[in-house]
C-alpha cells in the first residue's frame, strides 16, 4: 500500500513548535487524498517537544539527536525513508494553500519532462509587524522578477521526482549545516547536470515566522556569507536570482546602502559639506531601489514603501558586508566544511545513528548506500 | 505513568466483562500494560543522545474508541521495515477487546491504555512520548462501522 502512494511530504523542523502544528495541519487539508500521500517529521534534535507535536499528524517521525545538523541533513534522512516516487519539501514555517500540493503534483504529471517545481511566497506574511512584511514582500518581489521557467529549490515548497533528487546526490549536507541555501545549491546541480525546474509564481505559500531586525539581519549576513564563500554569487545567482540576498545586491546597491550608512554618521560631525554628501548618497541609493518601493507602494501603500526605506537600506548594507565576509573567508580559508573529527569519520565510513553527515563527492542511492560518484 | 492492577472489576454487563478481560490480560503480562493520560506526560524532555550503529524503530499502533486495524495491515506496515527490530506500541482509548489476538500477533508489544474519550491527536501524541524510538510509524486504525467485520480484527471500544 505505501509503494502506491503518489507523493511523500518531507517537513524538516528544530524547535518549530510554535508553528508546526498549523503547517502540518495546512498538509493534512490538502485537496490530495490522505491515501495518496505519507507524511514525514523529521526532527533535527529539537528540545521543545516539536517530535510529539508532529506525531499528533504524521505517519512517520525521525527522531535525531545530539547537536542540529541543518535542514538539508534532515531532509535527506526523511529522503531515504520516503516510498513515494515524488518528494515535496515543505518547511516548517511555511503553510501551503489547500491546492497547492495537488496543483505542484499535476504540473509535474502533465510535463514528464519536467523534474521539480517549487512554489512562491505569499504577499502577505502571517506575522503583522514591520520587519515580517517587509521581508515578505522583498522575497516576492524577487520572485517576480524571475522568469516562470528559472524556478529555484530555494522555496519553502518543492516537488522533485525521486530519482532526479538522488541522481543529484541529495541535499548537500556537508557545507550546509545553517543557513538554509542547500535548496539553491540542489537547484545549481539539478540544472547543470540538465535537469528540468520550473517555479509555479501562482502556488503560493505563507510564511508563518516572526523576524525582527536583528533575527532578519542575521539570516540576511549569513545567507549572504555562505552564499559567497560556498556557492559562488555569480553561479548561484544565474540559478536563483530571486534569493533575498540576490534581491538586495541588485546592481550597486549594497554599496551605496552602505555610503549612505556611513555618510548618515558623518553627518553627525560639524562638517556642513557632509550634509550635501549624505542627500547625494541617499538619493542615489533610493534611486537605485526604485523598483522595490514602488512594488511596495502598489501592495502595501505609500506610507509602508517610505517606512521601510530605513530598514532597507540597513539590510542592503548587510547583505553587501556579508558578502564581502564570504568572498574574503573563500579566498582565504577556502569552501567550508564540517569539523575535523566528522571529516575523520566520514573518510574511514563510520556506520551510526545518527549518520556521519556525507561528503558532496558521495552520493547516496535510493536505498540509502553511499557510493562515490564521478563529480 | 502507573502500572495497571487487577481492581475494579464490573462484571454484571458486557463492558464489565471486556474490563474484565483486559485486566486479566493485564494480570498475565503486567509490565508490559500502562494506564496512561496526556497529562501525566512531559513535553519537549531532551532526549539522551545513544550513538547506535542503526536506528532504533518503533510503530505505534493508534486504536482510539470503536476503531479497528485488521492484522494484514499490522503485518505490513512491519515488513515495511524489513528485517529490522521493532519496538511495538499500542496505544487504545477505552478498553480493547482481542488483546491477546494482538499480543500473540506483534509479539513483544507494550499497551498504552488511555481513558475513554481520548482523541486520535491525543493519543498519537501520548505515545510518541513513550516510544523510544529514532524512526517512529504511526499506524491509525479505521472505524469500527466502515471496517466491517471483527472477527479477526484488534478493536478498541
Redesign the interface.
Known amino acids: 500500500?505505501?509503494s502506491r502512494r503518489a507523493l511523500s511530504v518531507i517537513v524538516a523542523v528544530r524547535n518549530g513548535?510554535p508553528t508546526l502544528v498549523r503547517v502540518l495541519t495546512s498538509i493534512l487539508s490538502s485537496n490530495l487524498r490522505r491515501d495518496d500521500y505519507e507524511l514525514i517529521v523529521v526532527d533535527d534534535a529539537?528540545?521543545?517537544?516539536?517530535?510529539?507535536?508532529?506525531?499528533?499528524?504524521?505517519?512517520?517521525?525521525?527522531?535525531?539527536?545530539?547537536r542540529s545538523s541543518g535542514p538539508g541533513y534532515a531532509r535527506n534522512r526523511g529522503a531515504e525513508?520516503a516510498?513515494a516516487d515524488v518528494l515535496a519539501f515543505v518547511d516548517a514555517d511555511a503553510m501551503v494553500e489547500p491546492d497547492t500540493l495537488q496543483r505542484m503534483l499535476k504540473t509535474l504529471a502533465d510535463r514528464p519532462a519536467l523534474d521539480a517545481v517549487s512554489a512562491a511566497h505569499n504577499e502577505a506574511c502571517d506575522a503583522g509587524n514591520l520587519v515580517s512584511q517587509y521581508r515578505c514582500l522583498l522575497l516576492r518581489f524577487g520572485e517576480r522578477r524571475e522568469n516562470g521557467a528559472n524556478g529555484n529549490l530555494g522555496a519553502p515548497c518543492t516537488l522533485i521526482r525521486r530519482e532526479a533528487f538522488f541522481s543529484a546526490g541529495m541535499y548537500d549536507e556537508w557545507r550546509f549545516e545553517t543557513a538554509p541555501v542547500e535548496g539553491i545549491d540542489l537547484g545549481t546541480r539539478l540544472r547543470e547536470s540538465g535537469r528540468d525546474i520550473v517555479a509555479g509564481r501562482d502556488l503560493q505559500v505563507t510564511l508563518l515566522k516572526r523576524w525582527g531586525l536583528l533575527a532578519l539581519a542575521g539570516e540576511v549576513c549569513s545567507r549572504s556569507l555562505l552564499i559567497a564563500r560556498s556557492l559562488g554569487y555569480q553561479r548561484a545567482r544565474r540559478a536563483f536570482p530571486g534569493d533575498i540576498v540576490f534581491t538586495l545586491s541588485r546592481s550597486a546597491a549594497p554599496v551605496f546602502a552602505v555610503l549612505c550608512i556611513a555618510a548618515f554618521s558623518a553627518a553627525f560631525l560639524p562638517r556642513p559639506r557632509l550634509s550635501v554628501g549624505l542627500a547625494v548618497v541617499i538619493l542615489g541609493a533610493i534611486a537605485l531601489n526604485l523598483p522595490e518601493y514602488a512594488f511596495f507602494a502598489k501592495v502595501r501603500g505609500i506610507a509602508f514603501a517610505v517606512a521601510v526605506i530605513p530598514l532597507h537600506l540597513c539590510i542592503q548594507a548587510v547583505s553587501g558586508l556579508g558578502l564581502c565576509a564570504g568572498w574574503v573567508l573563500r579566498d582565504t580559508f577556502g569552501d567550508g566544511a564540517p569539523d575535523a573529527a566528522i571529516q575523520a569519520y566520514a573518510e574511514v565510513g563510520v556506520?551510526?545513528?545518527?549518520p556521519v553527515p556525507r561528503a558532496p563527492a558521495m552520493a547516496t542511492t535510493q536505498s540509502g548506500a553511499t557510493k562515490i560518484t564521478s563529480a | 505513568m502507573s502500572q495497571l492492577g487487577s481492581d475494579e472489576h464490573q462484571n454484571n454487563d458486557r463492558s464489565s466483562q471486556a474490563h474484565a478481560f483486559a485486566d486479566a490480560v493485564v494480570a498475565e503480562s503486567a509490565k508490559m500494560v500502562y494506564r496512561v493520560a496526556l497529562a501525566d506526560l512531559p513535553r519537549g524532555a531532551k532526549r539522551p543522545h545513544v550513538s547506535r550503529r542503526t536506528p532504533r524503530v518503533s510503530l505505534i499502533v493508534v486504536l482510539p474508541e470503536n476503531h479497528v486495524v485488521s492484522p494484514d495491515r499490522l503485518a505490513e506496515s512491519l515488513r515495511s521495515h524489513g528485517n529490522k527490530e521493532i519496538d511495538i506500541v499500542v496505544a487504545c482509548a477505552g478498553q480493547p477487546t482481542n488483546l491477546t489476538a494482538l499480543q500473540r500477533s506483534v509479539g513483544e508489544a507494550q499497551f498504552l491504555l488511555a481513558p475513554a474519550g481520548t482523541s486520535v491527536e491525543d493519543l498519537r501524541e501520548l505515545a510518541m512520548r513513550q516510544v523510544p524510538g529514532d524512526i517512529v510509524t504511526l499506524l491509525s486504525g479505521g472505524l469500527l462501522q466502515d471496517v466491517g467485520g471483527t472477527a479477526e480484527m484488534f478493536v478498541s471500544r
Open positions: 500500500m505505501l513548535a529539537s528540545t521543545d517537544g516539536s517530535p510529539e507535536l508532529a506525531g499528533r499528524y504524521a505517519d512517520t517521525i525521525v527522531r535525531l539527536t545530539g525513508l516510498h556506520e551510526s545513528w545518527p
